[in-house]
Structure formats: C-alpha cells, structure tokens
C-alpha cells in the first residue's frame, strides 16, 4: 500500500480554536464537526491520556457470548482483511452496537504500540468514552466514516487513522462496527472501501447463515409432520418408484422401509396403480380414492390422495401420494353424524322384578360378542337396551350405526346396508357410498325393526353375518367388517318364519340370545318413577318445578298404555304444556289416560269421566269436558285425514256445529 500525503494541516488550528471555546471552525466536514460537539456536550476531556476503560469479566463474557455468532462469521473475513495490512502497524477491530471491542486482529508489537494500545478486548470506544473517532461517530451516524489525525477529539488519537463501518442484521438493525487503524501517516484512500466491502461480505454471510437455519428448521419440522402424521405418505419419482416413506405408510403397508424403498407403485396399488401413472404424465393430481392396498398379510382399504411434484422448469420430478386408512375417516364421519351411543344401563328407570331381571339378563349378554335379539312392544325402550349393551361391551370405543328397517323403502335397504360403487345405479352418489356395516366396523350396527326387513335382503345380511365381509352394490369386491349385531322387533319372528316373511336360518342366526322387554302394564310399579323422572327433566329444560296431585298417579297407574315408556313420556311433556300453576291435576291428562272405559259423546249423552274428587269445582269440571271433546274431535281428524264430514257424522253433530267447535278449541284443519 502506498501511503498519502494528508492535506489536512488545516484541521489542527480548527481543532485547538474548538477546544479553546471557538464555535465557529471552518473547512472540516460536517461529520466531523457535529460529532465534536457531540462530545463537548458530554463533557469529553480532549487532554486525557490515561488508557480507555474496560468491560468487567462478568459483562464481557456476557457479551462475547451474546455475540457468539456475529464474531463466528467475522473473523475468518477479518482475519482475510488483516492480510492486506500486515506488518504495517494496522489493526482490524470488530466491536459490539455499543462500541465495545469484541474482537481485534494485529500483530504483537502492533498491540503494544502506545498509538494502537487501546484497541484490545472489552475497549470502549463509543464518543462518550473515546471521543471523536471512526468507531464511535460511526455508531452515531450509522454510516461509513474515516476520521484522521486531528479530527480525533482526544489529543491522544490525533496519531491515529481509522476507517469504519456499522454491520446490520437482516432488519435493519445495527449489531456491530467494523473498524481497521492504524498510523495517521500511512493513511489511504481505498481503507474504508476495503472495509466496507469487509462488512458488506459479513452482512451477507449472517444472511446465507440465517436463510441456512430457517430452512434447517423448516427442513426439521416437515420431517417432525411427515414421521408423526397419521396418515401414510409415499414419495415417488416421475417413474413411479418409491424412494421416501414416513412411519405411518411403513405401518399400513405392513413393511420394512428397506423392502419399500425402489418397489414399483403398480406392486402396492395393483389395479389402481394408473392413477399414480396418469398424475406423473399429465401433472393432474388425485384425490380420495378407494383402492385397496397389497400388504404382507392382508388388502389394506383405505382414501389415496396423488400430488406432482415439478421443478422450476414445470417438468415431473415425481409426486406425494397421502394414504388414509378408511377406518379413520369412518370415525371422524361416525363421530360428525352422531354414531355413538350415550345411554348406559343406569340410565334405564325402573325397581320392578322384571325390568331389573331383563338389565340383568342384557348386561351378562353385553360381554359376549354373540348377536342380540331385542323383542317387545312399541315404545318399550329397545333402543335405550341396544346402547346399554353397546356401551357395557368390548366394542364400547367403536361406533353405534342405527338402521330402522322398516322406514327404508324396500329398493333402498340393500344400498343402506351395505353401500354401493360410483355409478352401480342411477342417482348413485360419485365416488359411492359405505354401507352401515362398513360405518359400523369396529363397533355395534343396531337394525331396528328387523322384521320389515325384505327377503331378499334377509338373504344378503345372513351372507354378511356369517363371512363377516360385505360386497358393495356394483362392486366384487369383498370388504372386511368387524360389527356387533343387534336387532330389535316389536312382530313375532317365528310367526314371520311360518307364514314365510321372514328366513328361517336367518331367524336362527339373529336369535343367539333373544331378550324380551317387558311392556310398561306389566311393571306398574315403575310408572310413578318413570312420571317422576320425565316430569323432573322437562321441568328442567324449561326452567320449571311441578307438583302432581294424587289423582294423576292413580290414573296413570290403571291406564293400559299402548305405547309403552313413549306414550307415558308424550303424557308428561302433555300435561306440563297445558298447565298454568305449575300443579299437574287430572284436567291435564288426555281423555283416553284417565277415561280409558268411556268415549266422549256430544249433545244428548254427555261425557262420562271417572270419579273425580269432591273438591273439583264447577269451573274445573267444565275445563276437563271442554279438553275431552278437543281430544276426542283431534283423534277423529286423524284417524279419517281431516274429513269434516265424516267426523261430524261419526260425532252426530251437523257440519256447522263441528266448525263452531273446531274455532273454540283453535283447531287448524
């Protein structure tokens, strides 16, 4: 390097005129001149020639670890600047953002040259502890700066030439200075470029540094996703040859990653394998479709989802293949679609003999994986029975399907069951559709009213309960099902099996264990209890409390209910609809409840009620024949579907004196 000759003879007379108490100095730049003042405001001694002031241990090892990373990518380019000046009395000094050395290149004499003995490590060389000079003005201004000789407001630098530069982070925040000086007299133009370019190459490490880490974890966390994710993930390249697998993929293949790694796709997806082929050709993702996947032992069914993968270019590099077993999905659709069971044997109300001998019998039958067979009447609870039993069993973590049998359309029962394939029958849904056994798998399939059930359909489901598989609609093939039957029928099957409705080797597979609900006439001692316990829960659904008057026990108590629990349950939410004191008495119950003996007559036989305490007044009387003849007027509509004149004829009354009746009572027809 070729030293030049300072022109700056100028700047000592501006620089003693200043210190002397001169404001007003002339021909420095103007860097210069703000950082003296600067200084003098904060009291700088220019004379003080003892050694600067150092970092104590605790704060400089804090320090230096702070800036562990920033001095790890500095110093090889430091010590590639350092080469450039020496032997030449020059230093090369990384500071902190607050002026604090934390790290120094230069020679031994170098270091021990009372002109460069304050560059060592923990200096401080911010304008408040230094002065003016290149560091510390460089800090303030955020910029570039060669300060020289005289410019230096401590005399003791006047000798000293530095160059120095702020290095920021990726957002514009300063972390450091980068500093070279030495002798005022070998100053040179081209010193603070090299540094600057020095700082420029800094920054843009830390930057590669930085880009490095945050896809190094980018890199960890989609490897974190792609090992624990619960579906199974198949890289492939543009030939179709898989060359990536995650845990989840190895564990629905049944296969080491070893004998999966270079297996051709058309080996795992077998007649399927053409769409994997098609995606890599023409670029067009997959999704969601049904294959059954090759494993050691067995056929895998499960959702494939295919993605390309294309470089820059746009050309195939290969593709992600997402396997989903169909067993997840049909638990997420289970669980969306209420196919679970929430009632327990507990939940079933009832101290009589025979209810508790029928829990009995249905708890002991739940812990065998034998099929059920629930009989008795409408409105019995069979199904109050059927998830008592599912959740009492080992199959209680899997899914509840329930399928009433005879609310099907015949045509429609096969497809309910057992599903169907894309385009098995006109209207069928895209894609297809799993039957209730397929949704079922794993858990309990209750089919409600059996006995509905056609034939030919009687014929399937006795095929599917013995090979345990199912065949959808359309499809050959044979789908595994893991399903805990029970059934449930208010009809006589071995009558059915007589008069040929029904199978017999059907009837004889159902009936393994057959449990008879008793109906609620033959456990009058459970109706109080059960008008107690429907009474107290829609009570506290709207927020009200009942108190029931004797009569209305008694009554309850001689009906014959015809319809079970369900009727009972209709009664109670009845009664507190209609009452006004929150006091449920005989006028709230339905003609048919508490004059189960008479009909309701009109005009020249009036209505006969049962015997009713003497303390029912005349207004009390005459609510309860004014809610008899509503009953029995809405029963009559029902029964002949809103034909007014065959219910006036039926009632004996004209037409007209049936409409005058049908206002007073607001009955809409």
């Known amino acids: 390097m070729t030293a030049i000759n300072s022109c700056q003879h100028h700047v000592l007379p501006n620089w003693k005129a200043f210190i002397g108490g001169e404001n007003h100095v002339h021909g420095l730049r103007p860097q210069i001149i703000e950082s003296w003042v600067r200084c003098q405001e904060a009291n700088v001694n220019p004379y003080n020639n003892s050694v600067h002031s150092r970092l104590d241990g605790i ?66 060389w911010c304008e408040e502890l230094a002065g003016t000079n290149a560091i510390g003005t460089a800090l303030v201004i955020q910029a570039p700066i060669q300060v020289s000789g005289e410019e230096h407001y401590c005399q003791k630098h006047h000798c000293l030439t530095c160059s120095a530069a702020p ?87 049944n296969r080491s990653e070893r004998e999966v790694l270079g297996m051709a796709i058309d080996r795992i997806f077998g007649g399927k394998s053409y769409l994997t082929k098609e995606m890599l050709a023409s670029k067009e993702p997959y999704e969601d479709i049904e294959i059954m996947v090759n494993t050691n032992k067995c056929t895998f069914h499960c959702l494939a989802t295919g993605e390309p993968l294309t470089d820059e270019q746009g050309k195939v590099i290969g593709g992600v293949i997402i396997l989903r077993p169909i067993k997840q999905i049909q638990n997420l659709v289970n669980r969306f679609s209420g196919y679970c069971a929430t009632l327990q044997f507990s939940d079933i109300v009832g101290e009589s003999v025979e209810i508790l001998e029928v829990i009995r019998v249905a708890s002991l039958a739940a812990v065998t994986s034998s099929t059920i067979l629930l009989q008795g009447e409408s409105g019995t609870g069979k199904e109050i029975f059927a998830q008592a039993i599912h959740n009492h069993s080992e199959q209680r973590k899997g899914p509840f399907v329930a399928l009433n049998c005879g ?24 894609g297809g ?20 059930m056609p034939l030919e359909q009687q014929i399937a489901l006795l095929r599917v309960l013995q090979e345990k598989s199912v065949t959808r609609i359309g499809s050959d093939r044979v789908i595994p099902v ?34 008879t609900i008793p109906p609620l006439r033959n456990r009058v ?65 339905p003609i048919e409840v ?60 004209s037409r007209n004196t049936l409409y005058r009746k049908m206002r007073l009572y607001e009955i809409e027809n």
């Open 433 to 452: 559709k799993p039957g209730k056994f397929e949704l079922a798998s794993g858990g309990t399939l209750f089919l409600d009213e059996i006995g509905d």
């Open 594 to 653: 508490y004059a189960p003996q008479k009909s309701v007559q009109f005009q020249s036989q009036p209505l006969s009620l049962p015997v009713i305490q003497e303390s029912f007044g005349r207004e009390q009387r005459r609510k309860l024949l004014d809610a008899a003849e509503r009953q029995q007027i809405l029963v009559l509509l029902s029964k002949w579907g809103g034909n007014v004149s065959i219910v006036a004829r039926e009632l004996g009354v």
């Open 167 to 253: 290095i920021f982070d990726h957002n514009g925040q300063m972390i450091g200075i980068l500093d070279m000086s030495g002798a005022s007299a070998t100053s040179h133009l081209h010193t603070l470029g090299m540094v600057v370019a020095a700082t420029e190459a800094i920054m843009a490490q830390l930057d590669i540094r930085r880009k490095n880490q945050e896809l190094a974890l980018s890199n960890h966390r989609l490897t974190n996703i792609f090992n624990t994710m619960s579906d199974g993930v198949l890289m492939v390249d543009e030939r179709g040859i898989v060359n990536q697998l995650n845990p989840a993929a190895k564990k629905i293949l």
């Open 59 to 124: 704060d400089l090892r804090k320090r230096l670890a702070e800036k562990e990373e920033l001095i790890k990518v500095a110093k090889p380019i430091m010590g590639n600047l350092y080469q450039f000046v020496q032997g030449s009395g020059f230093v090369v000094v990384l500071t902190d953002e607050q002026g604090y050395v934390m790290e120094i290149f230069g020679d031994k004499d170098t270091l021990k040259n009372p002109m460069t003995n304050n560059f060592f490590q923990g200096a401080g």
């Open 525 to 589: 001692k459970d109706i109080r209890l059960l008008f107690k316990y429907f009474l107290n829960k829609i009570g506290r659904d709207r927020g009200s409390k009942f108190s029931v008057e004797p009569a209305v026990i008694e009554c309850l108590e001689r009906f014959n209910w015809p319809g079970n629990v369900r009727e009972l349950q209709n009664v109670v939410e009845r009664a507190i609809s209609l009452t006004e004191a929150e006091v449920i008495t005989v006028a709230h119950l």
């Open 482 to 515: 893991n399903v805990r039957v029970i059934c449930a029928t208010n009809k006589n099957l071995s009558q059915g099996v007589e008069k040929g409705s029904f199978r017999q080797d059907l009837y004889y597979r159902l009936n393994v264990i057959s449990i």
């Open 407 to 430: 609310v099907i359309p015949r045509e429609l029962v096969g497809s309910e069951l057992f599903g169907y394939v894309e385009g098995a029958f006109t209207g069928a849904v895209r």
